[in-house]
C-alpha cells in the first residue's frame, strides 16, 4: 500500500531528485546517514494525506486536523511553498529511496533569539530512531546558520513518551508544563516545554554522548 502512494522516480538518486528551489540557503537541504530532509512539493501529497490520517499522529501534534484528507495535504503543500507555516518547513524523507516519511520545522519566536522545533513521523516509521536523526539534523543547522538564535525550545503532549525520548535524545531539558491547543482534539491537552541553548548544544555537538 505505501509503495502505491509514494510516486518516486526510482532512476534518479535522491540528491537528483533535489529541485533547484529546494536549495535554500535560508533553509538548505539537510542530508543525514538515513534522510533527506527537503521542502514538502506536490509528488508528496498523497503519502501525506496518507501517514497523517492517523489518530495516533494527528492528537499528538497542535495543528493537524482529523480525519486528514488529500485536500488537507494539498493545502499544506500550498502553504508551505507560500512561507506561510514557520520559517522552515521539511518533508523527511528516506535517503535510499526518497519516500515520504513525515515532517519537521522551525519556527521563530518573537524575541529574535528563540526557535521552536516541531515534527512527527508515520506510524509504519516509528521505533527506528528517524525521529531523532531528523530533529539531531535540524537542531545543527538552526545552531549553524543562525546566529542570532540563542535557544531551541520543543513541546510534547505529557502523555508522549517517544516524543519526550526524542527530546531528551537531543540534549533538550526540561523547563515546564502547561497546555496547548489540539486542532485534533479541538481542546487544550497538558504538554511538556523543553530548551537546548547555544553552549549546551556545542558541548554535544558531535551527539556522541547523548
Known sequence: MQGELIRVDQSRSPQERLRPERLRTDCPVLLSERLVM??????????????ANNAKV????????????????ADFVRRTKNGEIGKCVYAITKAENGAFMGCCGVEPH?????????????????????????????VDMVFRTRENVDQIDARCRVMNIASRRVIQKCGFQFQGSGL???????SNVPVEWYRLDRKTWMSLRSWGSL
Open 58 to 73: 494527528a492528537t499528538m501534534v497542535s495543528r493537524m486536523p482529523h480525519p486528514y484528507t488529500a485536500n488537507d495535504a
Open 180 to 186: 496547548a491547543a489540539s486542532l485534533a482534539l479541538g
Open 38 to 51: 527537503r521542502a514538502p512539493h506536490e509528488e508528496d501529497i498523497d503519502a501525506l494525506s496518507h501517514l
Open 110 to 138: 518573537a524575541d529574535g533569539r528563540t526557535v521552536e522545533i516541531g515534527y512527527w513521523l508515520g506510524e509504519p516509521y516509528w521505533n527506528q530512531g528517524y525521529t531523532t536523526e531528523a530533529c539531531h539534523a535540524l
